[in-house]
């Protein structure tokens, strides 16, 4: 063997050498760029589409271009239910839905988030969702095959009509829409109102054309869809919270190199860090948007009228207990000081 045969017999030796030594997942990750679908449904200027942004752009910068995140936001891709088959299916890598949505799915203990006044605050929120419970509960979709990366907010909710709803009474009634949860069925039947289960991008038009008069949403999420067009009256009850679960295809992130894994965690600590900074500050520009366009009356409940909402609202708690799970929904209000 000549020298230069040597030198190139040599490096050809180290370079399979060093390839056969990567685990097979590695070696495919690093000949193709691995593609993250990440479908949602709500508009890209809101917490979650802006939260998946950042994801997108944190990704592929800290794997240095291996990983590609695609965002479909506004239904493009999937409406709600069809989005969490997708990714059981693996037709979507990853997906961030309300957590009235993971009912239907089976995982019924993630409608604890939708109880009625069950989080005074953002703080008694995140004692919940940062302690031991909101692990536990990220842990009970691996049965179906997710894993459940983060938990994202939104905000609290408003209710909205084109009829003023200052007291429960206001309610009887009224068609209003729902995200696919027993709880918020049971928190509109308590008000009198007549729960409409409706995929979220069907709502602006079954609002416009009378199909339901009425919804409740973060103002973040009512804005970006025009909402605010097509109802007369808001009253600012946060009454409710509505966050989100990032969750995964629970093989497919199993089966990333785990060097591209770690990156992509760390990308998802930040994003959500972001997410969770900016959510607040998003629902404020879109209640003050929403005011500005004066098509809307917003509306401050008084002491006396809370007093009304709380005592109709209340009692879904112990009505939607078994269901969620008794000892769930104790710990939970002992986390939060509401009982
Ligand atoms: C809704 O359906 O009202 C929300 O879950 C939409 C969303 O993802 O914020």
């Known amino acids: 063997m000549t020298t230069t045969t040597r030198r190139q017999f040599n490096r050809l030796m180290g370079a399979t050498a060093i390839a056969a030594a990567l685990p097979l997942s590695a070696r495919r990750a690093r000949a193709e760029t691995i593609t993250i679908k990440f479908s949602h449904v709500v508009a890209p200027d809101t917490p979650k589409g802006r939260g998946a942004e950042k994801f997108k752009e944190l990704a592929e910068k800290y794997t240095d271009g291996q990983v590609k995140v695609e965002v479909y936001p506004n239904s493009q891709l999937y409406k709600d239910k069809e989005e969490l088959e997708a990714l059981q299916l693996g037709a979507v890598q990853m997906l961030a839905p309300s957590l009235a949505k993971f009912g239907p799915l089976g995982v019924r203990a993630f409608e604890a988030f939708d109880l009625p006044l069950i989080f005074p605050d953002k703080d008694a929120l995140r004692r919940v969702t940062n302690g031991p419970i909101g692990k536990e509960m990220l842990g009970m979709l691996s049965e179906k095959g997710i894993l459940g990366l983060a938990f994202w907010d939104n905000g609290f909710k408003i209710m909205s009509a084109n009829s003023p709803l200052h007291i429960p009474d206001d309610f009887l009634g009224l068609k209003m829409r729902i995200q696919s949860s027993k709880v918020l ?6 008000l009198g109102a007549i729960p409409q289960v409706l995929a979220f991008s069907e709502v602006y038009q079954a609002l416009q054309t009378g199909v339901v008069d009425g919804t409740e949403n973060p103002p973040s999420n009512m804005y970006t869809q025009k909402m605010h067009e097509v109802q007369k009256h808001a009253t600012l009850s946060r009454h409710g919270y509505l966050g989100y679960a990032v969750i995964v295809n629970a093989k497919f992130w199993a089966d990333l190199p785990d060097d591209i894994r770690g990156q992509l965690d760390q990308a998802m600590a930040e994003a959500s860090d972001f997410t969770n900074g900016i959510a607040l500050e998003e629902n404020e520009r879109a209640l003050n948007a929403m005011k500005e366009a004066g098509t809307t009356e917003f509306y401050e409940l008084t002491a006396d009228e809370r007093k009304q909402w709380v005592e109709t609202l209340l009692p879904v708690h112990d009505e939607m207990s078994d269901r969620i799970g008794a000892d769930l929904v104790k710990r939970i209000q002992k986390e939060t000081g509401v009982a």
């Open 185 to 190: 069925e049971a928190q509109m039947n308590a």
